[in-house]
């Protein structure tokens, strides 16, 4: 029995160490000159290879019954197995877990070594373009062997990162000339958003400042997103690992705005003992000790108050809306970065769209895992846990089934 994966990336070659260990024969395809290329730049090139914390929630995907299944298949125990078979030792930092050595080329060095032990083979600068079914088995477009395969495991992943046009991904490619497939339309997330304040203030000295803040994203003005953490102000936008995952969200087919909380502990009783304290202060130093004088300037501009005028002079409105501006502090025309400058492709092919061991349900012998799957986790570990546990469920189901 011969198995093909096509693509050489995390799910790939999970999948690839899986099958070899159950003394099943594995091709991998890779279409760039090195295999594993995203891993490598992944986490900053520390690669955040999962989380101790895994839950639905962290997901987004339309099946979450489904994607139930796949995740508790692939527990955090089986998870530290394949760590430990593969030889990758792990650490912890807030739940993300990281390589041992902070590194992601010891992922590379430890999965490479692994396949290549167990007498997989690794093909690279080879495109699969499509799989056509013959009476033994499936044979490979752009596989010069024109090897006859008894299961294809499609890894392809999506074009975030790597990409910069939608259609450089290998599953559109390797899918719509295999199969009609409803296709989820794939978009890039965990980005920076390009927005612009609605108060026409100028943002450009707080350009590279980093703040704590809650940001909120909302869509037809209910909110669908919200979290905690460091937000950067960046040209043209906003930075920072909750603008990441508001990204996840950010459908251009809705209408999204972006708001930030830049006091999420403090009410309105706080800042009026402020003035009260600091009246004789002018705005321009009102914020001293609180933010740093680029925020407040942007935040005294946004609300419409002179820097010189005097604190003790501000009238309650003038307190309140400044009050307001700090609490919810407002961004229009919200767009993601590209694909090339994005860590994910949120969409691809629905869960529903495959048989419930995630195969082709009118092509049985072709597994699909990844993220080429529409299944789209937030920073923090959760992409690369899915891809290895997608993966795992479809070498299981290959292992069941041999
Ligand atoms: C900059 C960046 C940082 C990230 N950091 C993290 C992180 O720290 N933690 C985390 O959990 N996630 C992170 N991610 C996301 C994570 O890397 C991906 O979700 C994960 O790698 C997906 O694995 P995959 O195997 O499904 O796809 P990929 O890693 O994309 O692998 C697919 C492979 O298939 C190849 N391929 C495509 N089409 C074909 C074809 N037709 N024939 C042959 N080969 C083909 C591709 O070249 C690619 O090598 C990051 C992503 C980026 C871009």
């Known amino acids: 029995m011969i198995t093909a994966v096509a693509g050489g990336g995390y799910s790939g070659f999970v999948c690839a160490c899986l099958l ?37 929630s962290d997901y987004i995907c339309k099946d979450k019954e489904r994607l139930a299944v796949i995740l508790d298949a692939f527990s955090r125990e089986k998870e530290m197995a394949f760590f430990k078979a593969a030889g990758i030792e792990t650490f912890s930092e807030d739940g993300r877990i990281y390589p041992f050595s902070g590194k992601a080329s010891s992922v590379y060095d430890a999965l490479r070594a692994y396949v ?14 499509g799989i056509a079914p013959v ?33 450089k991904g290998g599953v559109p490619d390797i899918i719509n000339r295999t199969h009609a497939f409803k296709y989820e339309k794939t978009r890039p997330a965990l980005t920076r958003i390009y927005c612009k304040n609605i108060y026409g203030t100028d943002m450009k000295k707080a350009e590279g400042t980093r703040i704590k803040g809650k940001v909120y994203l909302l869509s037809d003005g209910k909110e669908i997103y919200s979290e905690y953490g460091e937000i950067q102000f960046i040209k043209g936008g906003l930075s920072g690992i909750p603008v990441f995952n508001c990204s996840l969200y950010l459908d251009d087919t809705k209408n999204t705005e972006l708001f930030i909380d830049l006091i999420p502990d403090m009410d309105f009783s706080y800042i009026e003992d402020r003035a009260k304290r600091f009246g004789k202060r002018q705005f321009e130093t009102f914020f001293y000790g609180l933010f740093t004088e680029a925020v407040a300037g942007i935040i005294l501009s946004a609300s419409g108050i002179p820097v ?20 919810s502090f407002k961004f229009k025309e919200l767009r993601t970065d590209t694909f090339k400058n994005s860590q994910l492709s949120v969409g691809g092919i629905a869960l529903c769209e495959l048989s419930d061991e995630l195969e082709i349900p009118d092509m049985k012998g072709i597994y699909i895992a990844g993220e080429a799957l529409a299944v789209s ?11 290895a546990a997608s993966a795992a469920y479809i070498a299981g189901a290959v292992i069941k089934n041999a």
């Open 20 to 56: 070899l260990d159950a003394g099943i024969r594995v091709r991998i395809f890779e279409r760039q000159e090195k295999v594993l290329k995203k891993l490598m730049i992944s986490g900053n090139g520390r690669c955040n290879i999962s989380n101790e914390d895994i839950k639905l």
């Open 116 to 129: 290549l032990e167990r007498g997989g083979e690794i093909i690279t600068d080879t495109c699969i373009n």
């Open 135 to 167: 009476s033994s088995g499936f044979v490979l477009t752009g596989d010069a062997s024109e090897t006859v395969y008894d299961k294809v495991m499609i890894c392809c992943g999506g074009c975030a990162g790597i990409y910069d046009e939608e259609n």
């Open 308 to 327: 010189h005028k005097k604190v003790e002079d501000a009238t309650e409105d003038e307190l309140l809306l400044l009050y307001n501006n700090l609490k």
């Open 377 to 387: 986790g937030k920073c923090g570990g959760y992409n690369l846990h899915f891809a």
